[in-house]
């Protein structure tokens, strides 16, 4: 049986998590991963609360950018993203995860409201988390807890780091809109029917509400930035706290090393179900880079936490959506 483009993709990013799986487990020292379960089981309550802070920061991030005359209850915006990222979790990340939010509020906030609060809050904490990884990286490139091999790595990534900011600057100072001109450009040089449809016009309406949300608040710009530092702060915690569960604490620099690396390379493997092995090789690497004991007992740890959200995400997935009237756009 020929199979799909999406099918292929699918079927390789799992082989290349297996393979990285694999390869993480001959990396971790295993009888001390194991020898670590019991003390980190005790603790898990208060390894899994920075990741609870961080789920309500990102909930209170995506409240704030609705307009407040179609703005969903809070609850129901916490269930909403706990769900879709749940879903998403076991397929290629984001794909799913952001339609999804759409489709469960519809029959509280009109799409292209939803939508655009979305968009404005993957955009604003994402700028800021770049900022952020950027910094680290910078700094680490001459710190004497990072190996000069690894210095080169992290000097790697601040480069990234800015080029995406210098980029995104001379996106977002220019005036105006951007992505309804530009089809209505192709539509009048082309003729083509897909780029006066309804799915370009429902583009450019998201894109225009999602720009009227920045350019008319800017407080709201700002609650998104420092939830974002807030945010890498609580992933930074959860590091030191299972660190010090399992008898080795690092210091707080440390714990931002290995949250800089890991976060830059989610996005490697963000089209891996479940981020499968990406995410266990990532920490085991810079954890050995490090000179740290207890890589294994961190990338247990992520794991446990990631699946422990996404069960309780599928747990509270919104299973009224669409039994009322959708509310009408705006």
């Known amino acids: 049986m020929r199979r799909s483009v ?7 990013a799992i082989l290349i998590g297996t393979a990285l799986f694999a390869a993480t487990l001959l990396l971790i020292d295993r009888a001390q991963t194991v020898e670590a379960l019991a003390r980190l089981g005790r603790a898990l309550p208060l390894v899994l609360l920075p990741s609870a802070l961080w789920h309500l920061l990102r909930t209170a991030g995506w409240f704030a950018c609705f307009p407040v005359e179609t703005r969903p209850s809070f609850w129901r915006v916490f269930r909403v993203r706990l769900a879709a990222d749940g879903v998403a979790y076991f397929t290629i990340r984001g794909v799913t995860s952001e339609p999804l939010r759409v489709l469960l509020l519809l029959d509280h906030t009109p799409a292209t409201v939803s939508a655009a609060a979305t968009v404005l809050e993957r955009t604003a904490m994402g700028i800021v988390s770049v900022v952020i990884v950027g910094l680290c990286a ?3 490139t001459s710190s004497d807890a990072v190996p000069p091999d690894w210095q080169a790595v992290f000097r790697g ?6 080029v995406i900011l210098i980029l995104t600057a001379l996106l977002l100072t220019r005036s105006g809109r951007y992505i309804g001109p530009l089809f209505a450009w192709i539509h009048r ?12 016009a429902f583009i450019s309406q998201v894109e225009a509400t999602c720009l009227h949300l920045a350019r008319t608040d800017r407080s709201r710009v700002r609650v998104l930035a420092g939830l974002a530092v807030a945010c890498f702060g609580m992933m930074v915690l959860e590091v030191l706290l299972v660190f010090w569960a399992i008898g ?8 931002a090393i290995i949250e800089t690396f890991t976060r830059t390379a989610s996005i490697f493997g963000g089209a891996i179900p479940a981020n499968l092995g990406a995410l266990e090789a990532s920490n085991v690497m810079i954890v050995n880079a490090l000179g740290l004991a207890g890589a294994g007992s961190l990338a247990l740890a992520r794991r446990i936490r990631s699946l422990f959200w996404a069960a309780l995400g599928l747990a509270l997935y919104p299973r009224d959506t669409i039994r009322r009237q959708p509310a009408q756009a705006t």
């Open 6 to 12: 999406p099918q292929i993709i699918s079927l390789t």
């Open 138 to 140: 910078g700094v680490a």
């Open 157 to 162: 990534i601040a480069v990234a780091a800015i």
């Open 189 to 200: 040089r082309t003729g083509w029917a897909w780029t006066g449809g309804q799915v370009v």
């Open 248 to 255: 080795s604490p690092v210091s707080m620099w440390a714990g």
